[in-house]
Nanobody, 120 residues
Framework: VQLQASGGGLVQAGGSLTLSCAAS????????MGWFRQAPGKEREFVAA???????YYADSVKGRFTISRDNAKNTVHLQMNSLKSEDTAVYYC???????????????WGQGTLVTVSS
């Protein structure tokens, strides 16, 4: 499985940005998909996930501001980010979990990161 993330960029605080992740392979609909991020000098952290059955999970820090969604017909997952804050600045990674659960599991495949910079 290959994952290609896109959509990062520079945005002002309070603004919005949508990240997308395109996946290869025919089993996409059975996978859970997640977004993680790593800020400078910090460890990678969970942001959001959507299970194979479309159950969604969010980190407390983004709940109510970020929305994860999936399009199985296009093998893509999106992360809509609203009300962005400077602390959201990070490299964002998409990942695939073959168990289909997506939460509190080890992910099997990772894409390259896309940088999101939020200016205050």
């Amino acid at each position: 499985v290959q994952l290609q993330a896109s959509g990062g960029g520079l945005v002002q605080a309070g603004g919005s940005l949508t990240l997308s992740c395109a996946a290869s392979g025919r089993a996409f609909s059975r996978y859970a998909m997640g977004w993680f991020r790593q800020a400078p000098g910090k460890e990678r952290e969970f942001v959001a996930a959507v299970s194979w059955s479309r159950t969604t999970y969010y980190a407390d820090s983004v709940k109510g501001r970020f929305t994860i969604s999936r399009d199985n017909a296009k093998n893509t997952v999106h992360l809509q980010m609203n009300s962005l804050k400077s602390e959201d600045t990070a490299v964002y990674y998409c990942a695939a979990d073959t168990s289909g659960i997506g939460y509190r599991v080890e992910y099997d495949y990772w894409g390259q990161g896309t940088l999101v910079t939020v200016s205050s």
